[in-house]
């Protein structure tokens, strides 16, 4: 399947389409998340909120955050050149826009790094939504070892060939295992890049990259010309996250990145996997001590993956008591407005629990990820 996006009516780059020129001129400004701007374009549109970045016409803690480049429009340079490179901007606007994988933002605090993507600059004929539909994100340490490279290889090849797309960052180690497993038994691959689409990070991995936009999709949220920066990568993790169904974790040392990504998929509701390694080896000591301490559960192949991130109906095992304690906000009000048997409708939910419409719309799928609701043709109901 390939791509049939909105730029289509204003030429193969878009940059004749005010509204696509102004998704790239913000995503150039604020260069990562943020969840302010975010809000001010779901209120306004992004022409609109474009107007308002260059003229200043903000409040005073949108204004802090993009004065530095407000000045800077490349947004019709940047478009041509990722369409050069056989890419596109995706933006809320289009079908392949990964909505729903986005959703568990909504659930967080929105400060200044917590917010979903602004837009994606992306390398790939696929669609978006379609190769995160199904997706398992495998992470781990740059210096993996010969271990940890032939577990990567054996979880993610036999999971590609299964249907499921890995996701990961690119980078040497287990996230370059990760995706060269995917490729060779001709399965689909992501990589989410801190930096933009055009500049090959690590440049040893230029080829891979290339291989991987041929068959899956290159994804970065940062605009063509940003350069790798360590917040960069941090802000990168939490896609990594966001764009699977689970996250695992082959190799990470004691204070390893991969925990970030981690910390990200526990706030998201994403199930998190990690592989157990020898006592003796360094590149293990933080999956073990992520299995002791209860932050990842244990798994050795891909079977293992899918019992605890695939489809409810593909998991085994005894039936797990849920713990209400972990949920709160909007969360625990819709849950706790579900009556102890029966279904109800998302508008009863609504106004039984005093959250509006959208935002019931949003936590009842994490709910429902989480183990703590079901869904039928009748209604939402709560699972026992």
């Given at each position: 399947?390939?791509?049939?996006?909105?730029?289509?009516?204003?030429?193969?780059?878009?940059?004749?389409?005010?509204?696509?020129?102004?998704?790239?001129?913000?995503?150039?400004?604020?260069?990562?998340?943020?969840?302010?701007?975010?809000?001010?374009?779901?209120?306004?549109?992004?022409?609109?909120?474009?107007?308002?970045?260059?003229?200043?016409d903000l409040s005073d803690m949108l204004g802090e955050r993009t004065v530095a480049r407000a000045h800077v429009d490349t947004a019709a340079d940047d478009l041509e050149l990722v369409?050069?490179?056989?890419?596109?901007?995706?933006?809320?606007?289009?079908?392949?826009?990964?909505?729903?994988?986005?959703?568990?933002?909504?659930?967080?605090?929105?400060?200044?790094?917590?917010?979903?993507?602004?837009?994606?600059?992306?390398?790939?004929?696929?669609p978006v939504a379609e190769l995160t539909d199904r997706a398992i994100s495998i992470v781990g340490t740059r210096a993996?070892?010969?271990?940890?490279?032939?577990?990567?290889?054996?979880?993610?090849?036999?999971?590609?060939?299964?249907?499921?797309?890995?996701?990961?960052?690119?980078?040497?180690?287990?996230?370059?295992?990760?995706?060269?497993?995917?490729?060779?038994?001709?399965?689909?691959?992501?990589?989410?890049?801190?930096?933009?689409?055009?500049?090959?990070?690590?440049?040893?991995?230029?080829?891979?990259?290339?291989?991987?936009?041929?068959?899956?999709?290159?994804?970065?949220?940062?605009?063509?010309?940003?350069?790798?920066?360590?917040?960069?990568?941090?802000?990168?993790?939490?896609?990594?996250?966001?764009?699977?169904?689970?996250?695992?974790?082959?190799?990470?040392?004691?204070?390893?990145?991969?925990?970030?990504?981690?910390?990200?998929?526990?706030?998201?509701?994403?199930?998190?996997?990690?592989?157990?390694?020898?006592?003796?080896?360094?590149?293990?000591?933080?999956?073990?001590?992520?299995?002791?301490?209860?932050?990842?559960?244990?798994?050795?192949?891909?079977?293992?993956?899918?019992?605890?991130?695939?489809?409810?109906?593909?998991?085994?095992?005894?039936?797990?008591?849920?713990?209400?304690?972990?949920?709160?906000?909007?969360?625990?009000?819709?849950?706790?407005?579900?009556?102890?048997?029966?279904?109800?409708?998302?508008?009863?939910?609504?106004?039984?629990?005093?959250?509006?419409?959208?935002?019931?719309?949003?936590?009842?799928?994490?709910?429902?990820?989480?183990?703590?609701?079901?869904?039928?043709?009748?209604?939402?109901?709560?699972?026992?």
């Amino acid at each position: 399947m390939t791509v049939e996006s909105r730029s289509d009516a204003g030429g193969p780059s878009g940059v004749h389409d005010p509204r696509r020129l102004a998704w790239a001129y913000l995503s150039k400004v604020v260069q990562g998340p943020c969840p302010a701007l975010s809000r001010l374009v779901e209120e306004v549109g992004p022409q609109e909120a474009a107007r308002a970045v260059r003229e200043r016409d903000l409040s005073d803690m949108l204004g802090e955050r993009t004065v530095a480049r407000a000045h800077v429009d490349t947004a019709a340079d940047d478009l041509e050149l990722v369409a050069g490179m056989g890419g596109r901007l995706v933006t809320p606007d289009d079908d392949e826009w990964p909505q729903w994988r986005l959703l568990g933002f909504g659930n967080l605090s929105r400060s200044r790094d917590e917010g979903p993507p602004l837009a994606l600059w992306v390398l790939g004929s696929r669609p978006v939504a379609e190769l995160t539909d199904r997706a398992i994100s495998i992470v781990g340490t740059r210096a993996a070892s010969g271990y940890g490279e032939h577990v990567t290889a054996e979880i993610a090849g036999d999971l590609a060939v299964d249907g499921w797309t890995i996701v990961s960052g690119a980078a040497f180690g287990v996230d370059g295992a990760a995706h060269r497993a995917a490729l060779g038994v001709g399965g689909l691959t992501v990589a989410v890049l801190a930096c933009g689409v055009d500049r090959a990070y690590p440049a040893g991995h230029a080829r891979l990259l290339r291989q991987i936009a041929q068959n899956g999709a290159v994804v970065s949220e940062y605009a063509p010309g940003t350069t790798p920066a360590k917040h960069r990568f941090l802000a990168r993790n939490r896609l990594v996250a966001s764009l699977s169904d689970g996250v695992v974790v082959v190799e990470a040392g004691w204070r390893s990145g991969a925990r970030n990504t981690v910390s990200w998929a526990r706030k998201l509701g994403r199930p998190v996997m990690a592989v157990p390694g020898p006592v003796t080896s360094a590149s293990s000591t933080g999956c073990n001590r992520m299995i002791r301490e209860g932050e990842a559960r244990l798994v050795a192949n891909a079977g293992d993956v899918v019992e605890e991130a695939g489809p409810i109906g593909l998991r085994d095992g005894p039936e797990v008591v849920r713990d209400l304690d972990a949920l709160s906000g909007d969360a625990l009000l819709v849950y706790e407005a579900l009556p102890a048997a029966g279904p109800r409708g998302v508008r009863d939910l609504s106004e039984l629990s005093g959250v509006a419409v959208e935002q019931v719309r949003a936590v009842l799928p994490l709910l429902e990820m989480e183990g703590f609701v079901g869904c039928d043709d009748t209604g939402w109901s709560r699972q026992r």
